[in-house]
């Protein structure tokens, strides 16, 4: 049931672009391990080696916490609709701040969100995928506007503020580099 891929095929793909959510997992050598569920339009493959995703505001940052001290991730996208199958995407990552040079080009891959704090490019070292007999199935209704509505509602500014005061340090007190 399970296999090893080196690289992303197009099978892989495929199934990656038709999923709705998927769920980042990231760990520091110490302190608490992270698993974020993420949405919306923000994720891309670049090629058969290659991820990216965009970063929306959150109540907290580990992911980028974590990966300053270990680029280690796991995306993990499961089949809640159709024939079940869960995929995980391993690989080395890096975070991409609005005040890097390479921001510009990565953004322009996604929608204009309002709040987009973060772009990770990961570069795919293997991907597992089993045969999840045992996920729910579930049925895709839309994507929450609540984010965009609060970040909107909050303005530029607003969000800076939110970040200053939420996003600079992990829950285990890790610096983020969200302002360096």
């Given amino acids: 049931m399970a296999k090893f891929y080196t690289e992303l095929d197009g099978k892989l793909r495929e199934f990656i672009e038709s999923q709705k959510i998927f769920f980042v997992g990231t760990a520091a050598p110490e302190g608490r391990v992270?698993?974020?569920p993420k949405g919306m339009d923000s994720l891309r493959i670049?090629?058969?080696?290659q991820l990216i995703w965009l970063n929306l505001t959150g109540s907290g940052n580990e992911t980028a916490a974590h990966v300053l001290e270990q680029p280690?991730?796991?995306l993990m996208f499961c089949?809640?609709?159709?024939?079940p199958l869960?995929?995980?995407?391993?690989?080395?990552?890096?975070a991409i701040h609005a005040r890097d040079e390479e921001?510009?080009?990565w953004s322009a891959l996604f929608p204009d969100y309002p709040g987009a704090r973060q772009i990770f490019l990961l570069d795919v070292d293997s991907a597992l995928t089993s045969c999840?007999?045992?996920?729910?199935?579930?049925?895709?209704?839309?994507?929450?506007?609540?984010?965009?509505?609060?970040?909107?509602?909050?303005g530029d500014e607003g969000v800076k503020e939110y970040w200053k005061k939420n996003n600079q340090t992990s829950i285990d007190g890790k610096p983020t580099n969200l302002f360096e």
């Avoid at 670049?46 to 080696?49: R, T």
């Avoid at 869960?86 to 890096?94: D, F, S």
């Avoid at 996920?135 to 895709?140: E, F, K, L």
């Fill in 72 to 74: 280690r991730m796991t």
């Fill in 46 to 49: 670049l090629n058969a080696g």
């Fill in 86 to 94: 869960i995929l995980r995407v391993y690989g080395k990552a890096r």
């Fill in 79 to 83: 089949s809640f609709e159709g024939k």
């Fill in 34 to 36: 992270n698993v974020s």
């Fill in 132 to 154: 999840g007999f045992a996920v729910p199935n579930y049925q895709y209704q839309e994507d929450r506007d609540k984010l965009i509505d609060w970040t909107e509602k909050i």
């Fill in 103 to 105: 921001w510009a080009e």
